[in-house]
Structure formats: C-alpha cells, structure tokens
C-alpha cells in the first residue's frame, strides 16, 4: 500500500507561470516532509521540508504547504524556469528518533520556454 | 568537494553471483542509506544506518545485506541476486543533528541489471 501518493506522473507548465505539484500520504503519524528534485542521471538533490507543526515553508522561488488535516502537500514553484524541468518526489518521515523514509512515486515537470 | 560516492555506477551481472556496491561520503555523516528506483514506484528505502555498527531493515529489504564498519562507508550487498533486483541504485547520507538533519545528500547512483 503506497503510503505517500503523487497521483499526477507529469506536468507541464509555461515559463513564468505558477507549478504546483501534489501530494497525499495515508499515515497520520508522518509529520516531517520533504521534496527532492532529480534530473536524468543524477542523484536526488534537496530542495525544501516541512514539520507538521508548521503549514507553509518558504524558501525563494519555492513554498510547500501542509494540510495536516486532508493529509495533503503541495509544492508551489513561482515563476517556474525551465531549469525546473526535473523529477519532483515527496517524502515523509514520523519525525524526530525515526530514521524512516517514505517517497512518493514522482512528478515529471517539464517548463516550456 | 562533498559527495557521495557510489561504485560501480553501471553492473550488469548473472543470477546468483554475489556482488557488492561501495558507498562513501566525505562530509562525516551519522547517517546513510540505501534506496531503488522502479518505474512507478518512486524510490523504496532498503536499508540504514544511524552510525557505526548499528543498521536497520528500510521497506524493501529482503535480499539484501549491508554493514557499517567505518563513518564513511556503507556498503550494499547482494548475495544471490536475482531478475526482480534490476533496479537503479541511491546511497545517502545525512547529518543526524540540528533542525535539517533529515536532508539527505544523495550519490549519482547505480544501475544494476541481473540477467
């Protein structure tokens, strides 16, 4: 059973414009999340997390939200770049102690210029 | 330069013939892990470690082995492996102290074929 969902394989979006990229988890005992972006032929890097105990980070042209209620997140890169055009992958954790991770299955952004 | 760094990053092999993926990182890291890449399932955690000599079973461990002698390595091994083992391989490694010691640096990664 995927505990962490990305339900859209793909996204497309226009140089400029908002993308926003989606992610929902069943486990209720998550509460440290992460996104890591992948280009082909590369390791994941880092690019922003949330604890539960807050519902928006921001950190430049990227902001997650949580809403711990509908157990969901979302990634907001604005404007999006075409050096965006990676995969995006969710991943959670229950916190502090738990060494844990969980990934979601991936978004496939691509920005046209 | 700080890196993960992962060999061999290409292995085809046969059934059964044991082999074993290096992964070392430089940055002093408690924390290391291993991970595959399917199509369609995203990246499944095998197998970690929170420092020397002290491992413990990610998703998807089942034929796999790893062991933690020194900070810097952690190596992945396969000791009779298999078809459904044909995967793309991720070490990382993270630092297990302050507010963003879940961020995990990643190596470039291994794919691995099993014929």
């Known amino acids: 059973d995927q505990q962490v969902k990305q339900n859209s394989p793909s996204l497309s979006v226009q140089e400029g414009r908002i993308s926003i990229l989606n992610c929902d988890y069943t486990?209720?005992?998550?509460?440290?999340f992460l996104w890591y972006k992948k280009y082909p032929a590369e390791g994941p890097t880092f690019l922003i997390s949330?604890?539960?105990?807050?519902d928006k980070n921001e950190d430049g042209r990227f902001t997650v939200f949580l809403n711990k209620s509908a157990k969901h997140l979302s990634l907001h890169i604005v404007p999006s770049q075409p050096g965006d055009s990676a995969v995006y992958f969710c991943?959670?954790?229950?916190?502090?102690?738990?060494?844990?991770?969980?990934f979601g299955t991936g978004t496939r952004l691509k920005v046209l210029a | 330069e700080a890196q993960v760094t992962q060999n061999p990053r290409y292995l085809i092999t046969v059934t059964g013939k044991k082999l074993t993926v290096t992964c070392s990182q430089n940055m002093n890291h408690e924390y290391m892990s291993w991970y595959r890449q399917d199509p369609g399932l995203g990246l499944r955690q095998i197998y970690y470690s929170m420092n020397v000599e002290v491992t413990d079973k990610g998703d998807v461990p089942e034929g796999y082995k790893v062991s933690r002698k020194e900070k810097r390595n952690f190596p992945l091994i396969l000791e009779s492996p298999s078809p459904n083992q044909t995967s793309l391989y991720f070490c990382a490694s993270s630092p297990l102290a302050g507010w963003d010691y879940n961020e995990q640096f990643f190596g470039p990664g291994t794919r691995l074929t099993v014929l």
């Open positions: 949330i604890s539960s105990i807050k």
């Open positions: 486990n209720s005992m998550f509460d440290y």
């Open positions: 991943a959670a954790s229950e916190g502090t102690g738990t060494y844990k991770y969980i």
